[in-house]
């Protein structure tokens, strides 16, 4: 259905668009892109929704990455889906004051503390990749999959420090998923890019501003 609306509406680019990959683009990775860039927007607003728009484009791409073999990708989505609930529930839920949890920084412990959890799921992920798949690009896998753990955690709990993860991954995934020739989901990843950059902005001002009334009202 897709091709054809594409050979419609552009009949005399058919080979442009044939040459840069556009038909190997399916209806349902379109969706899939639709709902990751309204989730992470929303999480960038810090619009609790992000949680189960996001769960819909998680569920999509675990279907996507196990049919391109992207086996980590597929188990991290999945990971994804189940943070997501946490983060739901977590970013819902209220403190002992009554109000919910606000952005926060990690303290230089636990930076240090996650980063060593970076390096040993990537050993891990890794070594699982090799043994018992045929994936094709192991290490670009399992680095991206081992941030991404990090990242959805740290985002479930509100930590700033997971849109640098993000970012991270996302530059990663842009080349990786190219590679695959999933052009639409290397495009989303650019654009993830984007809006991470925005929301590490947007979040770093909202808790610098925190912050200062919090030292103002203290003196």
């Not at 989505?77 to 970013?91: A, E, Q």
């Not at 891990?124 to 094709?136: A, G, H, P, R, W």
């Not at 590490?200 to 919090?214: D, Q, V």
Request: with cysteine.
């Amino acid at each position: 259905m897709q091709t054809a609306v594409l050979i419609y509406l552009c009949p005399v680019n058919q080979d442009f668009l044939i040459n840069f990959g556009f038909f190997q683009t399916s209806p349902i990775e379109l969706t899939a892109v639709l709902f990751g860039l309204v989730s992470v927007w929303l999480i960038k607003k810090e619009v609790v929704w992000a949680f189960p728009v996001g769960a819909i484009n998680v569920l999509i791409y675990v279907y996507i990455c196990f049919a391109t073999r992207l086996y980590a990708y597929a188990g991290i989505n999945v990971f994804y889906f189940l943070m997501g609930m946490y983060g739901w529930y977590n970013w819902l839920r209220k403190a002992g004051t009554d109000d919910h949890i606000t952005i926060t920084r990690c303290p230089d412990r636990e930076r240090l503390i996650y980063a060593g959890l970076i390096i040993l799921f990537f050993l891990l992920i890794y070594f699982l990749l090799v043994k018992f798949t045929d994936s094709q690009v192991p290490v670009i896998d399992a680095v991206t999959t081992a941030i991404y753990i990090i990242a959805m955690w740290l985002m479930a709990r509100k930590k700033i420090e997971h849109w640098v993860l993000w970012i991270i991954g996302d530059v990663i995934s842009i080349w990786l998923f190219a590679y695959e020739k999933l052009y639409f989901s290397s495009f989303q990843y650019l654009v993830f890019t984007l809006i991470a950059s925005l929301g590490w902005i947007e979040w770093r001002r909202k808790l610098n501003k925190r912050l200062k009334a919090g030292t103002t009202e203290n003196n």
